[in-house]
């Protein structure tokens, strides 16, 4: 949630620079960065080279909802 969805959502009429530097003081909230995804294996990337071998000739533009 951003500084400015915090202001939005609590009514407040402070700017969203007061709103980050409250956050970065206070001892209550500790920043922390997401872990990345999983990578793929030699397994997925073969599978994922062989259904694009197997399906070369699909006329993708036919395929998806926008197509009805």
């Known amino acids: 949630m951003s500084a400015m969805d915090l202001r939005r959502q609590l009514d407040l009429l402070v700017s969203k620079w007061t709103i980050l530097r409250c956050l970065n003081r206070s001892p209550h ?4 960065v997401v872990k990345g995804g999983c990578y793929l294996t030699n397994i997925h990337k073969a599978a994922k080279l062989k259904f694009a071998r197997e399906h070369m000739s699909t006329d993708w533009t036919k395929v998806g909802p926008e197509c009805s």
């Open 29 to 32: 909230i500790v920043h922390q």
